[in-house]
């Protein structure tokens, strides 16, 4: 089992860059799957990024490539993700999630993830 604690959000303006931060405990860090995901006001949760155990491979949703990027450090049991050139519509609760079995294809379901964070608030102002 693991606990996941994000933190890192905040207020930023437009066009601003923020990095938020999510902390594993355990000791078999390395054996999951990590994802970001965010929920606006009133929208559903989506998924924003995820990565690999080894951090060699990643996905990206659409509207966030080439602006966000999401690493991990398995020696500190921590996933980052980078966020640059924020929009007001990033505005929403980031969530990190892990897992252990998932695949590659599979990376963007929300179903397929067994552990999740209480999540951090990230406003993005005009």
């Known amino acids: 089992q693991v606990q996941l604690v994000e933190s890192g959000g905040g207020l930023v303006q437009a066009g601003g860059s923020l990095r938020v931060s999510c902390a594993a405990s355990?000791?078999?860090?390395?054996?999951?799957?990590m994802g970001w995901f965010r929920q606006a006001p009133g929208k559903e949760r989506e998924f924003v990024a995820a990565i690999s155990r080894g951090g060699t491979s990643t996905s990206y949703a659409d509207s966030v490539k080439g602006r966000f990027t999401i690493s991990r450090d398995n020696t500190k049991n921590t996933v980052y993700l980078q966020m640059n050139s924020l929009k007001p519509e990033d505005t929403g609760v980031y969530y990190c999630?892990?897992?252990?079995?998932?695949?590659?294809?599979?990376?963007?379901?929300?179903?397929?993830?067994?552990?999740w964070g209480q999540g951090t608030q990230v406003t993005v102002s005009s």
């Open positions: 999630a892990a897992d252990r079995n998932i695949g590659r294809g599979s990376y963007p379901l929300q179903s397929e993830y067994d552990y």
């Open positions: 355990g000791h078999t860090f390395s054996s999951y799957v």
